[in-house]
């Protein structure tokens, strides 16, 4: 069997398989390797990415547009939804269609679920789904679990507490059920309210997953190999006074710390705002920041692999 | 002669001669060629265009900005007004100066007509005109000449109808010079309140065009070899009662198709709302996406042109 | 000794020595001259400058973006501070954190005082101070040297008239600096409630400033090889009926530059509203438009020269 990603969309975090995750792993681990030996990289040379953020993200499009632009592909960008053709009344499948002439890759983030498959539906070129509503943003994913495999070596059989927003919080969803694949273990620690939702609860069950919820912090640091910290945010909560209750048990800091087991691995999307007390950020298992410098990398690799320009023949 | 476009502005869809019009047309196909070969084109390499959007228009912006980078020039992009230090009452002909100093060619748009014109008067680099108010969008009306060329073969002694709001659509302007100049026949339909404006007809006729206004749509299309659709806005009606009286009748769909000469060509500038029902989008005659995707190859000829980068000696 | 900018941040205007000036000052000629003779720039190829604009400046913004493209760089562009994630409440370290992940140099501009060395502080690549809040804006300041050594062929030993708004200006305050390290003699002329404050011109004299200040806008002329302009807003002002009172008074034009220097140079660091009279525009004093060109090639050295790319060995 032959692994070949050219012309594919990344639309969501459980399309590949585990053999596909590595080989997308494998080439950000390349394209890491080129960049920090300071190659000047010209694999997609020629070729225009439209970043089209119908949402904006400034964070997720920096990433992006520094991914293409580190592999020689020239950028089309679209920042400020408010001046788009959508705002004349065009439909979501005219403005794909129409940016879909003028390149070779669409990379998109939008606010309504779905819209990144619609997206792909029409396009000719491969569409790259940088994060469509509540429902996907499986390029963060991806950097996750990216991360946890340069943090720790391996990426399963191990255990992964997530801590925080559980509901709302997309990258907990879809991360959720890349660390069942791999069958990692899965600690749910949130504030009542904020809870993981109980249909994906139950579908990462049906799928086989070895999942605990708990309120105790304490003990679930001390059993996990990695933690997930996610935002709290005020809108959240149904009161402030509600918010202002919780909130404190939520921040991660070196008191906490002193309960967790030897060498946890501390993760957060960013932005953060004060989930992680920044006297953690010289912990030397505090891998954040390298996180997100990840994306870039992992990117750089769904680039690579779409497009085609990275024409590696991978047999498995 | 010698054509040479090194140096030029493009500020308006009537400074060219048909033998100039062959030209950059035949140049737009050359670099459509080469894109879809997968060239890797490098003929404007070191050369930073700068993209003026005083007025936002994505769709504009992202055609010229995927024409630029593939050239394999650099973009330094406006894409937001109200920033800019024409907030601060800066004079268009100082930003113009400022910029015209940073990069090697200027392509702008403004709300206020004749803007172009002002600017290429201070600038020492070329100027493309990428609409300036209700007068002049010239890029449009090329890659229109270009798509029919496309489409037809050809470019002269067809039938053209322009169907919608022909008052205010500076495209079907510019455009009616270009067909009358290329011997085409024209039909106006429109809605009584968004007739094509006097001053225009008259100086198409006297330029010796051959023009015909009806209400008879399907008679129309029944003449055509090309119908060019454009929107039909609720605020350029007098009342929302009018504008729902008219509005059915300017939208172009399957049945109405029956009546259209066998093979007409159906164009439209887009963004479109509702004035082409999307079922006639699989008709092979629906030219409109293509139409945008010929407006980067059409942007990157006129490019290649006025830098002196693509230097064919052209004689005639 | 040796010279090298390798990794070095530019923050302020008062961080160089006179022979890191002159260093400065060559490369930027040398630049000016590669552009100029139309080369190919290759020399900061493979890399990726962020321009983080926290406050919006289409003028620098545009100068940073131009200067990237010209030396081979790639731009990962924020010119929308709303839509960052500052708006979700991350410190601004964290967001440096991050974009230093992406890119191997940051351009920043930033409304509070202070950022910039903030930045450069947990930053790990050379941080480029593209203005923040009051304090500085240095390659404004450098390119205003560069400007002068250009115009006059030396840059000291002259008399420099500031004219307007000495008080809010941080241009002038930064050049102040730099004016007297090269021993000029400065004249400063402002409305009363806009005089430089009081701070600046004891800092100035404690180092050794000839600084003179009076009324006498003709007298200030007649004495000055340069002119450097700056804008009076009404907002400065404590009353409507005090701004119409001064204003007239603080505008060059043909009249007053009759009681001149002959061959005075007159800059501005634009954009001008009315201080300068357009009719000064074609007078071979009018320096300022050249200046603003020269702001491109001033800030290509200092990219070039902290990224290490430029990597002359200056001894001294």
Chains 1, 2, 3 share one sequence.
Do not use: W
């Not at 547009?65 to 020239?74: D, P, Q, V």
């Not at 963060?140 to 919080?169: C, N, P, S, V």
């Not at 069958?183 to 994906?200: A, D, G, H, Q, W």
């Not at 920044?278 to 390298?290: I, V």
Request: aromatic share 8%; hydrophobic share 35%; with cysteine.
């Amino acid at each position: 069997m032959t692994i070949d990603f050219k012309g594919k969309d990344i639309l969501n975090g459980f399309q590949f398989s585990n053999q596909e995750l590595n080989v997308i792993m494998e080439t950000a681990s390349y394209y890491e390797m080129r960049v920090k030996r300071g190659e000047i990289i010209k694999d997609l040379e020629g070729l225009v990415v439209a970043t089209l953020f119908f949402e904006p993200s400034t964070r997720t499009r920096l990433s992006f547009e520094a991914a293409i632009n580190r592999l020689g592909a020239r950028v089309a960008s679209m920042a400020e939804p408010a001046n788009s053709s959508i705002a004349k009344g065009e439909s979501l499948e005219d403005t794909i269609l129409t940016v879909d002439g003028y390149c070779d890759c669409i990379v998109m983030r939008h606010p309504v679920s779905g819209s990144a498959a619609r997206a792909a539906e029409v396009a000719v070129h491969p569409v790259i789904n940088g994060g469509d509503g509540t429902s996907q943003h499986p390029t963060q994913a991806l950097l996750d679990i990216y991360t946890i495999r340069k943090e720790k070596g391996h990426i399963g059989g191990q255990t992964i507490t997530f801590l925080g927003d559980l509901k709302y919080g997309r990258t907990v969803h879809s991360l959720g059920y890349l660390m069942q694949q791999f069958n990692n273990k899965m600690i749910f620690v949130s504030p009542e309210s904020l809870r993981m939702p109980e249909e994906i609860t139950a579908e990462l069950k049906s799928r086989g997953a070895d999942i605990e919820e708990t309120d105790d912090i304490k003990y679930a640091l001390s059993q996990s190999d990695i933690v997930y910290v996610t935002r709290v945010q005020r809108e959240r909560f149904p009161s402030v006074e509600e918010y202002e209750k919780c909130k404190g048990s939520y921040i991660l800091n070196n008191d906490l710390l002193k309960y967790a087991k030897p060498g946890i691995t501390i993760m957060h999307p960013l932005p953060r705002v004060d989930e992680i007390a920044t006297e953690l950020d010289t912990y030397e298992g505090s891998a954040y920041f390298r996180q997100a410098s990840n994306g870039m990398y992992l990117r750089m690799a769904l680039l690579g692999l779409v497009t085609g320009r990275h024409n590696i023949c991978y047999s498995i």
